[in-house]
């Protein structure tokens, strides 16, 4: 059974950093892409990063291209979101999500949340102005 586990988020003055954490369980490393994804109340779900199973390529949502950087820890089951110069527009929900279809090839595949199997529960993160 696979499990994927959020941590990390927290409440953070604009302009400040959070990393934010996924601890999976049940998908050994090398199986599936992994990625980031938002709500914020009243929106949709959007894309925020996405690392590709082979850890070759990431891919960002333009909104935290250059501010927010996904990686893969050490133990390979970690996934992280290291967050820097954060906005109060940044302020939502964040889940953590792997998906067993390593056919993707481009950003509109990454990004699409139906290429994703597998989600956590969520962490949240509030960004004060």
């Known amino acids: 059974q696979v499990q994927l586990v959020e941590s990390g988020g927290g409440l953070v003055q604009a302009g400040g950093s959070l990393r934010l954490s996924c601890a999976s369980s049940g998908l050994p490393f090398g199986t599936a892409n992994m990625g980031w994804f938002r709500q914020a109340p009243g929106k949709e779900r959007e894309f925020v990063a996405a690392l590709s199973w082979n850890d070759k390529y990431t891919y960002y949502a333009d909104s935290v291209k250059g501010r927010f950087t996904i990686s893969r820890g050490f133990a390979r089951n970690t996934v992280y979101l290291h967050m820097d110069n954060l906005k109060p527009e940044d302020t939502a929900v964040y889940y953590c999500?792997?998906?067993?279809?390593?056919?993707?090839?481009?950003?509109?595949?990454?990004?699409?949340?139906?290429?994703?199997?597998?989600w956590g529960q969520g962490t949240q993160v509030t960004v004060s102005s």
């Open positions: 999500a792997a998906g067993r279809n390593r056919d993707c090839s481009d950003y509109a595949c990454y990004a699409a949340p139906l290429r994703y199997d597998y």
